[in-house]
């Protein structure tokens, strides 16, 4: 349909979000798009994304505690 789209990695999220609207806050960019050429490649891929997530929100959060929590309750909701 031509309008920009983005898939997310929600951090430690278990729930079903398909159809709800959701508002994301961009931190910092990972790496740019990339071709993988089987599926292994793309899990290993995204496992390195989130450890990095982690570590620059871990330090994000060190600098500027009022940064809101990154976790999401069973409901969907923003926790904390």
């Known amino acids: 349909n031509g309008e920009p789209s983005v898939e997310a990695y929600l951090l430690d999220f278990h729930g079903d979000l398909y159809g709800r609207d959701l508002v994301l806050e961009f931190v910092v960019r990972l790496r740019p798009e990339k071709r993988f ?3 292994a490649a793309l899990v290993e891929q995204i496992d390195r994304d ?5 570590a620059i929100l871990s330090e994000c959060l060190q600098v500027a505690p009022e940064c809101p929590p990154l976790t999401y309750d069973a409901g969907s909701q923003p926790s904390g």
């Open 50 to 54: 989130v450890e990095q997530a982690r």
């Open 37 to 39: 050429n089987d599926i």
